[in-house]
């Protein structure tokens, strides 16, 4: 086997291996995404009493963090055509659940912007992610920090 042939087997083995890796750890990191997503699904069920079926999830996705947002109707009916209890979900799962920090309300046919919130509690606390204040900081950052970046955020 030439020199060359070997050096570009080699590289082509190193390439794969690296491939492999990189699989194998994306897969691993979904899994966990999976069952966090599950556990904050049962978490609001556990904390609203309701076992509704369409409740939704959004997380982090900038911040790199495991704080995800789980939303849900506090009557029946089709989604998001009632008031919301929006509950912040942080830290680790435990016996398929996990910790809800504080929340919000939305009001019905709302998204889940700033603006929209009210009736904050908990961590959610108004000057960092409910009303027009909230609101203005997300859409001027130099205006002040926003609810991931401020001094408050790792509490």
Same mark, same amino acid.
């Given at each position: 086997?030439?020199?060359?042939? *070997?050096?570009?087997?080699?590289? *082509?083995?190193?390439?794969?291996?690296?491939?492999?890796?990189?699989?194998?750890?994306?897969?691993? #990191?979904?899994?966990?995404?999976?069952?966090?997503?599950?556990?904050?699904?049962?978490?609001?069920?556990?904390?609203?009493?309701?076992?509704?079926?369409?409740?939704?999830? !959004? %997380?982090?996705?900038?911040?790199?963090?495991?704080?995800?947002?789980?939303?849900?109707?506090?009557?029946?009916?089709?989604?998001?055509?009632?008031? %919301? *209890?929006? *509950?912040?979900?942080?830290?680790?799962?435990?016996?398929?659940?996990?910790?809800?920090?504080?929340?919000?309300?939305?009001?019905?046919?709302?998204?889940?912007?700033?603006?929209?919130?009210?009736?904050?509690?908990?961590?959610?606390?108004?000057?960092?992610?409910?009303?027009?204040?909230?609101?203005?900081?997300? #859409?001027?950052? !130099?205006?002040?920090?926003?609810? !991931?970046?401020?001094? #408050?955020?790792? %509490?």
């Amino acid at each position: 086997m030439s020199r060359g042939r *070997l050096i570009e087997t080699t590289l *082509l083995i190193l390439a794969g291996v690296l491939l492999a890796i990189a699989t194998v750890n994306d897969v691993v #990191e979904q899994t966990h995404v999976n069952h966090r997503l599950i556990a904050d699904l049962h978490t609001w069920r556990v904390y609203t009493g309701h076992d509704y079926k369409n409740v939704s999830t !959004e %997380q982090d996705l900038y911040g790199h963090t495991t704080r995800d947002v789980v939303c849900g109707n506090t009557t029946p009916g089709p989604p998001k055509e009632r008031i %919301q *209890l929006c *509950l912040q979900m942080t830290g680790p799962v435990i016996d398929g659940r996990r910790a809800a920090r504080g929340g919000w309300y939305l009001p019905p046919k709302s998204e889940d912007e700033p603006a929209a919130r009210y009736g904050c509690f908990g961590s959610a606390t108004p000057a960092r992610y409910c009303g027009k204040d909230a609101a203005s900081a997300t #859409e001027n950052p !130099e205006a002040g920090t926003s609810p !991931e970046t401020s001094p #408050e955020a790792g %509490q």
